[in-house]
């Protein structure tokens, strides 16, 4: 009947209704013989019930809400009937045909037939017994009650334990898939902390030392013994800095690697999806070149933005806008969800997840001298601007040359 994969217990349950059903034949069948009434014609009916049970279990097409299952439980009732009209014996036999309907049938259709079979159970014994008794109306039904029960409870339990199954599943399933992001934001975050750092200390005391060297090489006369040296190390200095250029360029982030800030930017909105949330991108002024930090700071910042957007805002709608000005350069980034209160996190009911995003744009835009401005309101949305000074292309000590 059933190849579902149910539990190993389920396969000891249709064990035990196979031989449950061929026993209580046997018995209607073994009473025949000994009370000597129509003995012949119960024992050739009982091994017919007992023939078309065994067909319909070994039967592939007998599948629960199938025809050929509810067919073959209609031969299976025909049979049971001429054998409960012959002994009445046969009435215990309506135990495992309850199983067997609640099994196979529809619940809609189910309930029906268990309730028919119990009425022809206790018709039966009415009419081989002529007398009317409590016991003759409790013992069906009660079977019929406890084989609903049974049936319907196991149903239910088999169906939760899937869902947990599914459930662990997709646990493990994303449990997996949250160690590898840790492990590529863990490797991204190395690689922009290196890059950081280079910038910040080789790269910036290399562009300091070339300057000084340049001056000191304007101010020598051009056949002092000392030119030279200066010169060479000068070059030397400024070999070096764009050695370094080069290694923070090799450590950026990979969406910058192909591409300009504007680039990344339009990937970014357009890849981000969320439920009926739609992400637009502008770019505002004349385009600069920017360092490399500011690159990543920029990008990093709207990448967090638009993760608290999808995460906790509700939004439909968020817009991006990189603008560009004479002495600043900055990122907004607006959308028309839920709000909050600024400084009490999310207005979401489980706020563990939050609470980290806007500290660490701050903490990028105070690194690189700009400030980052928040302004929400619950039910207003959430506008998160990023201001960065540009720097000062001589590359005086103090600003950024790399």
Same mark, same amino acid.
């Given at each position: 009947?059933?190849?579902?994969?149910?539990?190993?217990? =389920?396969?000891?349950?249709?064990?035990?209704?196979?031989?449950?059903?061929?026993?209580?034949?046997?018995?209607?069948?073994?009473?025949?013989?000994?009370?000597?009434?129509?003995?012949?014609?119960?024992?050739?009916?009982?091994?017919?019930?007992?023939?078309?049970?065994?067909?319909?279990?070994?039967?592939?097409?007998?599948?629960?809400?199938?025809?050929?299952?509810?067919?073959?439980?209609?031969?299976?009732?025909?049979?049971?009937?001429?054998?409960?009209? !012959?002994?009445?014996?046969?009435?215990?036999?309506?135990?495992?045909?309850?199983?067997?309907?609640?099994?196979?049938?529809?619940?809609?259709?189910?309930?029906?037939?268990?309730?028919?079979?119990?009425?022809?159970?206790?018709?039966?014994?009415? !009419?081989?017994?002529?007398?009317?008794?409590?016991?003759?109306?409790?013992?069906?039904?009660?079977?019929?009650?406890?084989?609903?029960?049974?049936?319907?409870?196991?149903?239910?339990?088999?169906?939760?334990?899937?869902?947990?199954?599914?459930?662990?599943?997709?646990?493990?399933?994303?449990?997996?898939?949250?160690?590898?992001?840790?492990?590529?934001?863990?490797?991204?975050?190395?690689?922009?902390?290196?890059?950081?750092?280079?910038?910040?200390?080789?790269?910036?005391?290399?562009?300091?030392?070339?300057?000084?060297?340049?001056?000191?090489?304007?101010?020598?006369?051009?056949?002092?013994?000392?030119?030279?040296?200066?010169?060479?190390?000068?070059?030397?200095?400024?070999?070096?800095?764009?050695?370094?250029?080069?290694?923070?360029?090799?450590?950026?982030?990979?969406?910058?690697?192909?591409?300009?800030?504007?680039?990344?930017?339009?990937?970014?909105?357009?890849?981000?999806?969320?439920?009926? !949330?739609?992400?637009?991108?502008?770019?505002?002024?004349?385009?600069?070149?920017?360092?490399?930090?500011?690159?990543?700071?920029?990008?990093?910042?709207?990448?967090?933005?638009?993760?608290?957007?999808?995460?906790?805002?509700?939004?439909?709608?968020?817009?991006?806008?990189?603008?560009?000005?004479?002495?600043?350069?900055?990122?907004?980034?607006?959308?028309?969800?839920?709000?909050?209160?600024?400084?009490?996190?999310?207005?979401?009911?489980?706020?563990?997840?939050?609470?980290?995003?806007?500290?660490?744009?701050?903490?990028?835009?105070?690194? !690189?001298?700009?400030?980052?401005?928040?302004?929400?309101?619950?039910?207003?949305?959430? =506008?998160?601007?990023?201001?960065?000074?540009?720097?000062?292309?001589?590359?005086?000590?103090?600003?950024? =040359?790399?």
């Amino acid at each position: 009947m059933d190849s579902r994969a149910h539990p190993p217990v =389920a396969a000891a349950l249709r064990l035990c209704l196979h031989a449950l059903l061929v026993g209580l034949l046997a018995l209607a069948a073994v009473r025949a013989v000994g009370d000597g009434t129509h003995a012949a014609t119960v024992v050739a009916v009982g091994c017919l019930m007992a023939a078309v049970y065994a067909a319909g279990a070994l039967a592939p097409a007998v599948q629960p809400r199938t025809r050929a299952g509810a067919l073959w439980l209609a031969a299976l009732g025909a049979v049971w009937l001429a054998l409960l009209v !012959l002994s009445p014996e046969a009435l215990w036999v309506a135990f495992p045909l309850y199983f067997l309907q609640l099994h196979l049938l529809p619940t809609r259709w189910a309930l029906p037939a268990v309730a028919v079979t119990a009425a022809a159970a206790i018709a039966c014994f009415v !009419l081989h017994s002529q007398a009317v008794t409590p016991g003759a109306f409790i013992g069906p039904l009660l079977g019929a009650a406890v084989a609903v029960a049974t049936v319907l409870g196991y149903e239910a339990l088999f169906r939760e334990s899937e869902r947990r199954r599914e459930l662990i599943e997709e646990l493990m399933s994303t449990r997996a898939e949250l160690a590898e992001a840790e492990r590529t934001a863990g490797t991204l975050a190395e690689r922009e902390r290196l890059a950081r750092e280079i910038h910040d200390t080789l790269a910036q005391g290399l562009s300091s030392i070339q300057l000084l060297l340049r001056a000191a090489e304007r101010t020598l006369p051009a056949d002092a013994p000392a030119t030279p040296h200066v010169r060479r190390a000068r070059e030397a200095a400024q070999d070096n800095l764009a050695e370094a250029r080069r290694f923070v360029r090799a450590l950026s982030p990979p969406d910058l690697e192909n591409g300009s800030l504007a680039a990344a930017l339009e990937r970014l909105s357009s890849r981000t999806t969320g439920p009926g !949330l739609t992400v637009q991108f502008a770019v505002s002024g004349t385009p600069v070149e920017l360092p490399t930090p500011y690159e990543v700071a920029l990008l990093r910042t709207a990448q967090s933005a638009l993760a608290n957007t999808v995460r906790h805002a509700g939004a439909g709608r968020a817009e991006i806008t990189l603008s560009f000005m004479d002495t600043s350069v900055s990122l907004d980034v607006v959308d028309d969800g839920r709000g909050f209160l600024p400084g009490r996190g999310p207005v979401v009911a489980d706020q563990d997840t939050g609470g980290f995003g806007l500290p660490a744009m701050r903490a990028r835009a105070r690194s !690189l001298g700009g400030t980052l401005s928040v302004e929400s309101a619950p039910g207003q949305g959430t =506008a998160v601007a990023l201001t960065l000074p540009l720097p000062i292309p001589d590359g005086r000590p103090g600003q950024d =040359a790399a």
